[in-house]
């Protein structure tokens, strides 16, 4: 691996527990103004010291996050529809790799959309950025979108999803938890991180989810609303990051769980 493609992954993937702990508040791009993510800046700067990554748009990064952070960044850079649409499949790469690069990000990352309408195009979007982040040294994280089908979340499909993800060059996927997962894993030759999905009713599902990943092989989450839309997002970030990091067990994140959320209220 060439050097700057090498630093940048290991700036991501922390090089004692080799897992990453990415904090997604992209969900605007489509969604708007998603629940708790309204005022992008308030809700990223209290998790931003506990995060290895922050993954999110242009847009967001230049006005609410300050040039001075040392987070490396995954920058978004696949759109063009939004929620309010049938077929979420049809997106383009809206941000090049020059701005990427201009940025000074630590990799980018695009949907793919396997069985979709536009399966073909986001195949071919991704294997042109991992040419273009082959020369730069910029990692491309290929995202296994399924649009507003949920269901399709099963590990015969996300297999499918994440392999040819990494048979057309990307440098780590991003993919959902299912049943299992580790069919996914064994499969797929780069690092994979799973998304949490919509919100949980209790905290505990979410810690469940990024248990039997890592435990399954992934390399870490890149997690958004089971975070930022918890009554106490930083509580939440720290367990998570136990789990990811140091291999805790679901009952030992939730005991930081409960003893970060009490001095939290305790402080308010
Ligand atoms: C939006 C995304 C999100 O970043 C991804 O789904 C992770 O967030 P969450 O944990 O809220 O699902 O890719 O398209």
């Avoid at 506990?50 to 960044?73: K, M, N, W």
């Avoid at 020059?98 to 396997?114: I, K």
């Avoid at 499918?160 to 299912?178: F, M, N, P």
Wanted: a negative charge; proline letters at 4%.
């Amino acid at each position: 691996m060439d050097w700057g493609m090498a630093n940048r992954m290991h700036r991501m993937f922390s090089p004692v527990s080799g897992n990453s702990v990415m904090l997604a508040v992209d969900h605007g791009y489509f969604m708007g103004p998603t629940r708790r993510l309204e005022d992008a800046r308030a809700t990223i700067s209290p998790l931003l010291p506990h995060t290895d990554v922050l993954a999110l748009t242009r847009g967001i990064l230049r006005r609410c996050v300050e040039p001075t952070t040392s987070v490396p960044i995954m920058l978004r850079v696949s759109g063009g529809v939004t929620v309010l649409k049938e077929d979420l499949s049809h997106e383009e790469i809206t941000t090049s790799m020059a701005e990427a690069a201009r940025l000074n990000v630590a990799g980018v990352a695009l949907s793919v959309f396997v069985g979709a309408p536009h399966e073909h195009e986001s195949l071919v979007h991704l294997s042109r950025l991992v040419d273009e982040g082959e020369t730069l040294g910029i990692p491309v994280m290929a995202i296994t979108a399924v649009g507003k089908e949920l269901e399709k979340r099963d590990a015969r499909y996300l297999a499918l999803a994440c392999r040819v993800s990494a048979e057309l060059g990307a440098h780590v996927v991003k993919t959902y938890y299912c049943d299992g997962f580790s069919k996914v894993v064994e499969s797929c030759p780069v690092p994979i991180v799973v998304a949490g999905g919509p919100k949980f009713d209790s905290e505990r599902q979410a810690l469940e989810l990024a248990h039997g990943a890592i435990e399954a092989g992934a390399h870490g989450i890149d997690m958004g609303r089971n975070i930022w839309q918890s009554d106490q997002p930083v509580a939440m970030l720290k367990a998570l990051r136990a789990i990811v990091h140091e291999k805790a067990t679901v009952r030992e994140a939730l005991e930081i769980w409960t003893g970060e959320k009490g001095r939290a209220v305790a402080a308010a």
